[in-house]
Each structure stands twice: as C-alpha cells, then as structure tokens.
C-alpha cells in the first residue's frame, strides 16, 4: 500500500509540474539535428590508427523537453559510422538523457542579453552495432555526458555546437569491425563525438524556458 500510495504521489507531482510548465508563459520543447566529426578510441584488431576511422560521418537528433528553465530531458538518437576501405563499423544509439541548463546557474542569459547559453547533459542508452565482417548486428549499453554550447538567433531558433565522450559498454568489435577476441569477451569502447546544429523551440508562447 505505501509503495502504491509514493507511485500515485510521484504521477501526481509530474503531471502537476507539466500543467505549470503549460501555464507559464515559455516554451519547454525543442527539436535539435546535427552533424559533425567522430572519433574512436584505439579499439582495433587489424593493426590501424585511429585518425583513418574517424571522421564527418556523425548525425544527430534530439528532442527535449524542460521540466524547469535548470532541470531537462532530451530523447536522441546518434549515427556514427567508423570506416576505412573494407572496414569498419556503424552505431546506432538511442539514449534517455538528463539535462542540466549551466546558462541558468552563471545567468549567462542575462549578461548576453538571451544571446549566449550552456546545456550540460549525460544518459544512457543503447547502441545497434552494424560490423563490416559480419552479416547481422549486436546490441551494446551506451553511456555519454556532454556540454552544449547555444547562440540564439531567434525566438524560436538557436545555433548550438555539442562535445560529448561516450561509453560503449561490451563491444565485442572493434571500431573497424572486426571481432576483438576469439572468446567473445567484450571490451569497452570510446569516442568522442562533435557537432553543430540547429534547435527549433516548439510550442504556442513567444519565448523558450532556455532563456528564461
């Protein structure tokens, strides 16, 4: 019963938190897509360097949605495809990520005159590998944690650039794509990842929560 009664406690405050952040006069959705640079950590069984995987191959897109004009979750997905003639290797990751608005916290809005403003964020996901040297795909965990730079351009559109080091937990192949050990024991992955876009701030007000 007292599980129950915490359960119905804990719907009713977030269904409470969306209906103020309705009310408040700003905006808390955003749509963001990107492109940009990857590159792997030195995870590989044929004798390459990292530099030949990496390269302009990242894509992404995220949805966010602030609870607060601090506190955030952004839904992403991330493309990243580690290439070098025969080899390689294609990720597909879709993660749940928490949000933190640094902007906020050092009142960057107010001293830029709502120009500047810095998102934090970190979350897990999961990862569909696709390797080169075989014919189907492996499932691997993925962690990241971030920062995002934003320039605004207009109410309801900002530049940002993004820099996030992720995790890939068991990665049975390595970024060219070929198995890393006989056995099957998996190992964990890096790479790091940076991208320019644009974020489309959606909803009926004038004004985004980010610039609050």
Known sequence: MLQFNKLNL???FLFSVMTFAQQDGWNHWSLDAGYGYVQPS???KTPQSTGKFAGFRHAELGLRYMVTPTIGAKLSYNNDRFEYKRYGIEFNTF???AV????S???LSYWTYETVGLLAHAGSGVTIAGP????KYET?????LGLTPQVKVADRLSIYADLTYAFHFKQHYGFDGVLLDPDYNPEVGKSLRFAVGIQLYLGKERRHVDWY
């Open 100 to 103: 933190y608005n640094l902007g």
């Open 95 to 97: 993660q749940l990520e």
């Open 42 to 44: 030195s995870l590989f």
């Open 132 to 135: 080169e040297s075989i014919k």
């Open 10 to 12: 804990l719907v009713v």
């Open 105 to 107: 916290l050092f009142q």
């Open 140 to 144: 691997i965990g993925t962690a990241s």
